[in-house]
Nanobody
């Protein structure tokens, strides 16, 4: 059974940082990429970042490049999203998902309950 559990969200001031964690089970990073997407109220879902299964290559939404970093710990079955220089526009619920296919053209398959990130002064 595929399960993903996100944690690490919270309230942070603009310019602050958060590290989100995604702990998963039921599959391995040897065969699946993992991505993060976010969704704000009234907005469409937006892919934020993805890390590939084969070589660990990372992909980012243009608006988060240079601020966010995705990395994985295969031994802990955990993927992290380090978010720096946060802005109010980053406010959303963040989800991690197993990617069916590649980071470039795959789709988000199973995902967790999400973790809320609120950037506000």
């Amino acid at each position: 059974q595929v399960q993903l559990v996100e944690s690490g969200g919270g309230l942070v001031q603009p310019g602050g940082s958060l590290r989100l964690s995604c702990t998963f089970s039921g599959f391995t990073l040897d065969y699946y990429a993992i991505g993060w997407f976010r969704q704000a109220p009234g907005a469409e879902r937006e892919g934020v970042s993805c890390i590939s299964s084969s070589n660990g290559m990372a992909y980012y939404l243009d608006s988060v490049k240079g601020r966010f970093s995705i990395y994985r710990d295969n031994g802990k079955n955990t993927v992290y999203l380090q978010m720096n220089s946060l802005t109010p526009e980053d406010t959303a619920r963040y989800y991690c998902a197993r990617v069916d296919g590649s980071c470039q053209d795959g789709t988000f398959g199973s995902w967790g309950q999400g973790t809320q990130v609120t950037v506000s002064s």
